[in-house]
């Protein structure tokens, strides 16, 4: 697993950056940021920052995930530490203190708290579903033989924070102003009027997924109740002509907002038509790769918790949020050559523009799946690499390669997102073309448009026909009376 990403690998994924000591804050329309370090600049000894880093991979992803293998980290990495910036202000420095931590003067120096936290997530003996924030700050505290806090606000706010950074699930909000801290969580934009999500910290003496369960209902919304009363006996159809990234430009005049958080992915707001796209699938590809039944249960837990579709859905559990984040990407950008020209470009307008990009972005969605046809297709090289762990078993084929289609099923290849992805496609077939040149080019309904050109071809040429045999008759009628 440590290496399969460096198919996706690009010469300006590893190359040497210097360090900022003050990082900006990515916002989720992708606002210009500082870069970190990703490797030592002096001799071929780690630096602690990045000794921290390798060890939270072991952590949160796995003991053969490293970053020179998975260069796709790096863009996680550099929104990681600029998420970290809160975390240097005055109020969070009894954080450090109580934790037995040096105060960072940097982003690039927060790791260590990262490290600390998710190894007493480690040592805890309890049930993952027994375990709690108040429990982890416990054990780290209990590791030092520190005294009992009298005010650990700041410090429940830090291992949530962490939680939600590890997972990716949400997007914490931290306020270092705030006289009465909470548990803040950013949505995405569909909430305008309600941006912030907040919950008290009396949660964090429940157990984790409990806590996590009250963001849950805000953070999918009426998704969770469409995906909980959907009739696993129907399904509905979803058509790659009417949902890929030329049709939802061109006719829908929809636009890409890159987010950071997973329960965000294929929201879409129609006033602004903004669709939210996760911008970070190596994320999504090392989770689908985890072993369920490993030690990091606690992580998996939330994950679980947060799921939409009910637990007696066995059937469709089996395919995994992760999975279904990482068909879209292929069924939005991938499956249609103007499509992946689109992608493309834009990926190349944000690495120029200096905002993160997932070098794993470009194996996904700028790669066509075969080429030739028939039994003379071959596979993409780079697809036939990738694991097949990160597809749903529903497309793949019997050589556990991605297997596409023309037309997917809502229920049985998107049991989570399949509602969001219809609400989209019916957005975009209800947009009418304006011009000829539109017509021309409006293949969301392949049969209509092969239908609609073939009436127009043929009954032209009968017109014309019809006009030349007109033509023809009044010729011999005057030159019969001549």
């Keep these: 697993m ?47 920052s990045r000794a921290s880093q390798t060890r939270y991979l072991e952590l949160a992803f796995g003991s053969d995930v490293t970053l020179g293998g998975n260069p796709g980290l790096h863009a996680y990495f550099r929104h990681m530490e600029d998420s970290f910036e809160p975390l240097l202000e005055a109020s969070f420095a009894p954080v450090w203190d109580a934790f037995g931590l040096p105060r960072p003067r940097s982003t690039h120096e927060c790791w260590p708290l990262l490290v600390a936290i998710l190894e007493a997530i480690q040592r805890q003996t309890a049930e993952p579903q027994d375990v709690s924030i108040d429990g982890i700050i416990d054990v780290m505290l209990s590791a030092r033989d520190s005294p009992v ?39 995405s934009r569909r909430f305008e009027s309600d941006k912030l999500v907040q919950q008290t910290l009396d949660r964090c003496r429940r157990s984790i997924p409990a806590t996590f369960r009250g963001f849950k209902a805000q953070a999918w919304g009426r998704d969770v109740m ?21 049709s939802l430009q061109m006719f829908g005049k929809i ?12 929201e879409f707001d129609p006033a602004s038509r903004h ?33 939409p579709l009910p637990a007696e859905d066995i059937v469709h559990r089996y395919t995994t949020l992760e999975q279904e984040i990482l068909l879209s990407y292929r069924l939005l ?22 905002q993160l990009v997932d070098d794993f972005l470009s ?16 596979m993409d090289d780079q697809l036939s690499q990738l694991p097949p762990e990160l597809w749903p078993i529903s497309c793949r084929d019997s050589e556990q390669h991605l297997q596409e289609r023309d037309v997917y099923s809502a229920m049985e290849d998107f049991p989570r997102l399949g509602q969001r992805l219809l609400q989209v496609q019916k957005f975009n077939l209800r947009q009418q ?15 209509q448009w092969y239908t609609f050109w073939a009436v127009l071809i043929i009954g032209g040429m009968a017109n014309v026909v019809g006009v030349l045999q007109l033509a023809v008759a009044i010729y011999q009628a005057v030159a019969g009376k001549g």
Excluded at 10 to 22: D, F, G, H, V, Y
Excluded at 229 to 241: A, F, I, M, P, V
Excluded at 255 to 266: C, F, G, K
Excluded at 278 to 306: G, H, K, N, Y
Aim: hydrophobic share 35%; charged share 20%.
């Design 363 to 378: 194996t996904l969605c700028e790669h066509k799946c075969r080429t030739g046809m028939l039994w003379w297709s071959r």
């Design 433 to 447: 073309p304006s011009k000829l040149a539109d017509l021309w080019r409006d293949r969301r309904n392949p049969l």
């Design 2 to 48: 440590s290496n399969f990403l460096m198919l996706s690998q690009t010469p300006a994924a590893m190359e040497l950056r210097e360090p900022s000591t003050n990082s900006g804050v990515q916002d989720e329309v992708g606002s210009p940021i500082e870069i970190e370090p990703c490797q030592s600049t002096s001799g071929n000894m780690p630096t602690p």
């Design 149 to 187: 806090l009298s005010n650990r606000s700041f410090c429940q706010v830090a291992v949530f924070a962490v939680l939600c950074w590890s997972t990716m699930i949400l997007t914490p909000g931290l306020q270092p102003q705030a006289q009465q801290p909470q548990l803040v969580c950013h949505l």
């Design 226 to 246: 469409q995906v909980a009363q959907h009739d696993s006996g129907t399904s509905e159809d979803l058509h790659k002509s009417a949902f890929n990234y030329r």
């Design 255 to 266: 636009r890409i907002q890159w987010v950071t958080s997973m329960a965000a992915h294929l």
């Design 333 to 354: 950008f991938a499956q249609s050559p103007a499509s992946r020209k689109r992608i493309g470009a834009e990926l190349n307008k944000l690495r120029r523009d200096g």
């Design 275 to 307: 669709l939210s796209v996760f911008r970070f699938p190596t994320v999504c590809a090392l989770r689908s790769m985890q072993d369920r039944s490993s030690q990091r249960t606690v992580l998996r837990s939330i994950c679980e918790e947060f799921d």
